[in-house]
T-cell receptor, first 109, second 114 residues
Framework: GQNIDQPTEMTATEGAIVQINCTYQ??????LFWYQQHAGEAPTFLSY??LDGLEEKGRFSSFLSRSKGYSYLLLKELQMKDSASYLC??????????WGAGTKLIIKP | NAGVTQTPKFRVLKTGQSMTLLCAQD?????MYWYRQDPGMGLRLIHY???????AKGEVPDGYNVSRLKKQNFLLGLESAAPSQTSVYFC?????????????FGPGTRLTVL
């Protein structure tokens, strides 16, 4: 079966750095996406990885290791507005997105 | 651009009632999707469409039907609602098959079936 694992919840302090991990087992791999979802709102796109390595976009970076079936999202200089759920999704061999349950990130002052 | 819009935003149904959720996008996107999101679970694909006049089943299609008569609209129907269909429903659209094409989501419809 297809499976994507993320921690359910994480807590971090404003101004700090946090890493959210995602491991996956899917039928084929055609890219990995990270989305942010604030409570009661729609998911919005953060990053995309298809090759191994680090993609940096401002305060957010995403890393991929295809051989390990592993990705992480790194958030630097945390702000209160970063309190949200972070969803990991893998595009499988049928080009469909398989979604993780999301990691709820709580930022404390 | 309004992006992706969904109507209604909230709805309460009784078991056995029917309803239609409307999704509209103004980005001229070919691909459209209906997902449901339940606590503790990832987004699950109900049905999707790769272009006007086409539809296909996703991971959890039972109890739902869809239609894509116009490119900009994607309708999700519940013929006989059940409490298990209580969920938040998201519509999404995507431009094409380019590698990094991302899905754009609507604001969601919160449905409760009593």
């Amino acid at each position: 079966g297809q499976n994507i694992d993320q921690p359910t919840e994480m807590t971090a302090t404003e101004g700090a750095i946090v890493q959210i991990n995602c491991t996956y087992q899917t039928s084929g791999f055609n890219g990995l996406f990270w989305y942010q979802q604030h409570a009661g709102e729609a998911p919005t796109f953060l990053s995309y990885n298809v090759l191994d390595g680090l993609e940096e976009k401002g305060r957010f970076s995403s890393f991929l290791s295809r051989s390990k079936g592993y990705s992480y999202l790194l958030l630097k200089e945390l702000q209160m507005k970063d309190s949200a759920s972070y969803l990991c999704a893998v595009r499988d061999s049928n080009y469909q997105l398989i979604w993780g349950a999301g990691t709820k990130l709580i930022i404390k002052p | 651009n309004a992006g992706v819009t969904q109507t209604p935003k909230f709805r309460v149904l009784k078991t056995g009632q029917s309803m239609t959720l409307l999704c509209a996008q103004d980005m001229n996107h070919e691909y459209m999707y209906w997902y449901r999101q339940d606590p503790g679970m990832g987004l699950r694909l109900i049905h999707y469409s790769v272009g006007e006049g086409t539809t296909a089943k996703g991971e959890v299609p039972d109890g739902y039907n869809v239609s894509r008569l116009k490119k900009q609209n994607f309708l999700l129907g519940l013929e006989s609602a059940a409490p298990s269909q209580t969920s938040v429903y998201f519509c999404a659209s995507k431009g094409g098959e380019w590698e990094a094409d991302t899905q754009y989501f609507g604001p969601g419809t919160r449905l409760t079936v009593l």
